[in-house]
């Protein structure tokens, strides 16, 4: 009975962040509200709070541009959720990289309706020479890469909640 009183609550607060479903970025959107404003590439952009829609930012899924917005559990919900939940899925980002200049965008694995769990345990992924540093649209191209050597996957201990959020 503990247990449940302890994980409802930590399940709501989870399940708050996400949305039913996910919309792929398209080109360069107009801005809604003035929070979001699409770079020069199109990808969204805030200059907002980090805790809401300020947090927002480009992740790539199977080649697609998506907007998301993801918030770091604390330490100890990150720990016991590592050690407790086998349905996290990755998002991978590689902190070294810098191709063509720009940010490495992230990757994630998962998204509404196609596997989704509201958590997402980060995983750097670290290039074995950091002249073949290059941008994955795709966790199938990231995991090939490992398996050929060109990258090593470094998972962290970093946990984060959802979300796929729509187009800005």
Same mark, same amino acid.
């Given at each position: 009975?503990?247990?449940?009183m302890v994980a409802l609550p930590l399940a709501a607060?989870?399940?708050?962040?996400?949305? #039913?479903? !996910?919309?792929? %970025?398209?080109? =360069? &959107? @107009?801005?809604?509200? +003035?929070?979001?404003? #699409?770079? !020069?590439?199109? %990808?969204?952009? =805030? &200059? @907002?709070?980090?805790? +809401?829609?300020?947090?927002?930012?480009?992740?790539?899924?199977?080649?697609?541009?998506?907007?998301?917005?993801?918030?770091?559990?604390?330490?100890?919900?990150?720990?016991?959720?590592?050690?407790?939940?086998?349905?996290?899925?990755?998002?991978?980002?590689?902190?070294?990289?810098?191709?063509?200049?720009?940010?490495?965008?992230?990757?994630?694995?998962?998204?509404?309706?196609?596997?989704?769990?509201?958590?997402?345990?980060?995983?750097?992924?670290?290039?074995?020479?950091?002249?073949?540093?290059?941008?994955?649209?795709?966790?199938?191209?990231?995991?090939?890469?490992?398996?050929?050597?060109?990258?090593?996957?470094?998972?962290?201990?970093?946990?984060?909640?959802?979300?796929?959020?729509?187009?800005?």
């Amino acid at each position: 009975m503990l247990r449940v009183m302890v994980a409802l609550p930590l399940a709501a607060v989870l399940v708050a962040g996400c949305r #039913p479903a !996910a919309t792929e %970025v398209t080109g =360069s &959107s @107009a801005q809604r509200d +003035g929070s979001i404003v #699409p770079n !020069a590439s199109g %990808v969204a952009a =805030s &200059s @907002a709070n980090i805790n +809401g829609i300020g947090g927002a930012m480009p992740a790539y899924y199977d080649g697609k541009l998506f907007t998301i917005n993801f918030t770091e559990l604390p330490a100890g919900g990150e720990s016991t959720n590592l050690a407790r939940n086998g349905s996290i899925n990755n998002i991978y980002q590689s902190d070294g990289c810098m191709p063509g200049g720009q940010m490495f965008v992230s990757v994630i694995d998962a998204i509404p309706t196609d596997g989704f769990n509201p958590l997402w345990r980060e995983v750097q992924v670290v290039f074995a020479n950091p002249r073949n540093c290059r941008q994955f649209t795709s966790d199938d191209q990231i995991l090939a890469a490992a398996a050929s050597g060109l990258v090593t996957l470094v998972p962290t201990t970093e946990l984060y909640r959802c979300s796929v959020i729509g187009k800005p």
